[in-house]
């Protein structure tokens, strides 16, 4: 059974630093992208960033420069550094990956909150 599983939320004043971490497991079946979507409250669910099995990625406008995403295939694990973080960055940050053969799968979400 395919788990995601995030960590490294929490709590920090704006102008902080968070590194959240998502392990994926329980398929031998190749990943080929995964990503990083955040739902504040009242908010659609929106992509922060993602990234290929080849390492291409992309960001949304409000996170270029302050965050930045990586992946280590093999341990078929994707990471976000944020930066700079914001009050308006508060959000559940979910982690995703699609799979080549089973689709997508998300993860269970893990809390940030900025304050000011």
């Known amino acids: 059974q395919v788990q995601l599983v995030e960590s490294g939320g929490g709590l920090v004043q704006a102008g902080g630093s968070l590194r959240l971490s998502c392990v994926a497991s329980?398929?031998?079946?190749?990943?080929?992208?995964m990503g990083w979507y955040r739902q504040a409250p009242g908010k659609q669910r929106e992509l922060v960033a993602h990234?290929?099995?080849?390492?291409?990625?992309n960001y949304a406008d409000s996170v270029k420069g302050r965050f930045t995403i990586s992946r280590d295939n093999d341990k078929n694990t994707v990471y976000l550094q944020m930066n700079s973080l914001k009050p308006e960055d508060t959000a559940v940050y979910y982690c995703?990956?699609?799979?080549?053969?089973?689709?997508?799968?998300w993860g269970q979400g893990t809390q940030v909150t900025v304050s000011s």
């Open positions: 995703r990956a699609l799979y080549s053969v089973l689709g997508n799968y």
């Open positions: 329980g398929s031998i079946f190749s990943i080929n992208s």
């Open positions: 990234i290929t099995s080849g390492g291409s990625t």
